[in-house]
């Protein structure tokens, strides 16, 4: 079974930048669809954005052309790059792994952005 281990959340200014890293372990990297999900305080767990074996992705439109996902499949290691970030991407970010019915989850990173 796959565990997921997210990195790199932190306090960073409204128009700043910020990369978050989750590292894969105990399984296949490479077979699992990857995705970043976040939840803000008071609010439900919501998609930010996944990447596919293939590497195919797809975005949230709240952060289209703001944030990048990618993966490198040799450091078993999926990326969120966040750029122009705002108040509200103030939230817990989490990483998921997918594969059939196996999911695995992180154990999230704060992100928090303010002046």
């Known amino acids: 079974q796959v565990q997921v281990a997210e990195s790199g959340g932190g306090l960073v200014q409204p128009g700043g930048s910020l990369r978050l890293s989750c590292a894969a372990s105990?399984?296949?990297?490479?077979?699992?669809?990857m995705g970043w999900y976040r939840q803000a305080p008071g609010k439900d767990r919501e998609l930010v954005a996944t990447?596919?074996?293939?590497?195919?992705?797809n975005y949230a439109d709240s952060v289209k052309g703001r944030f990048t996902i990618s993966r490198d499949n040799a450091k078993n290691t999926v990326y969120l790059q966040m750029n122009s970030l705002k108040r509200e991407d103030t939230a817990v970010y989490y990483c998921?792994?997918?594969?059939?019915?196996?999911?695995?989850w992180g154990q999230g990173t704060q992100v928090s952005v303010s002046s």
């Open positions: 105990g399984s296949i990297f490479s077979i699992y669809d």
């Open positions: 990447i596919t074996t293939g590497g195919r992705t």
């Open positions: 998921n792994a997918k594969w059939g019915v196996i999911t695995a």
